[in-house]
């Protein structure tokens, strides 16, 4: 036999081989994130973030009102390491958010096989983007954690100072603030047309059914609001080449309250936050996984 035919019928065994070992490796890692305990855990992560809208809101309505207070996600977690028992909250809160961004890698790397092409690959990016936002929360809690946790808005100027001083550094922050607000403004459509219901099972209850509808409505345009806010504060930051009117969340809140009747704007989104949080502990329970 020719040499040439056996070493080409052995690499053509190998390469099977291979491909085999790669497939019996995907299917447990989607059987693994299928698992009950693990799903049971990545809806917590919902939960988590929900508790965190709602110590937002309650942080930016109490702005509305003169009160001191930094209303981002970093505020947040610092609201929760000073309660009792409070680093056991904060890794099990990391727990939680981590085993939701697996959760969603996992998505975008094996659902929506039998979609057409144009919407698997959007709905991928979605599940790959949420997964990414998990990450960081989840990131966020386990410095606060180990004792190096700083407010969001400390961090924004840092990250947006190092872009600006970058090559290319002003377009990528201009793509990122106009992302952001690009985000923000899908966030206020799908809350204003209920879309978000399809990631739902809803419940049977008319009258419950109602609430979460209701919810996320509300939640998802003031969070949508919030989003276009930021977008729009980095996006002027760079303008301007001032990173420190780079604030992120807190900042975006605290220029609202000082706009034309922006005292009452801000208690309204305050209170949009509030409600977007109460939608996501509704979504830890309803949400399709």
């Not at 049977?204 to 996320?216: E, H, K, M, Q, Y």
Request: aromatic share 8%; with cysteine; net charge positive.
């Amino acid at each position: 036999m020719d040499p040439r035919l056996l070493a080409g019928g052995q690499g053509r065994v190998k390469d099977q081989a291979i491909k085999k070992e790669l497939k019996d490796a995907a299917n447990t890692v989607e059987d693994a994130s299928n698992s009950r305990a693990f799903v049971v855990a990545a809806r917590a992560g919902f939960a988590v973030s929900g508790l965190l809208h709602v110590l937002v809101g309650i942080v930016a309505i109490r702005l509305a009102f003169g009160k001191a207070g930094e209303a981002d996600q970093g505020g947040a977690v610092a609201q929760l390491a000073a309660q009792p028992l409070g680093t056991l909250l904060l890794w099990t809160a990391f727990a939680a958010c981590v085993a939701l961004a697996l959760w969603q890698f996992s998505e975008a790397l094996f659902s929506y096989r039998g979609l057409p092409a144009r919407k698997k690959l959007g709905m991928k990016l979605s599940a790959a983007g949420q997964g990414a936002v998990f990450a960081v929360i989840a990131l966020t809690f386990a410095t606060f954690a180990v004792g190096q946790g700083k407010n969001s808005g400390e961090s924004t100027k840092d990250w947006t100072t190092t872009l600006l001083s970058a090559p290319l550094g002003s377009l990528l922050l201009y793509a990122i603030g106009a992302a952001v607000a690009i985000t923000g403004i899908v966030f206020a459509v799908r809350g204003c047309m209920a879309s978000f219901t399809k990631m739902l099972v809803l419940p049977s209850s008319p009258a419950a059914r109602s609430t979460v509808t209701v919810l996320g409505v509300i939640g998802y345009i003031a969070k949508g609001i919030v989003l276009v806010l930021t977008g729009v504060l980095v996006i002027i930051a760079t303008a301007h080449a001032r990173p420190q009117e780079s604030t992120g969340l807190d900042g975006g809140l605290k220029a609202l309250r000082e706009q034309p009747y922006g005292v009452y704007l801000l208690a309204l989104v305050g209170a949009g936050l509030v409600v977007y949080g109460l939608y996501l502990a509704a979504k830890s329970r309803y949400a399709r996984m």
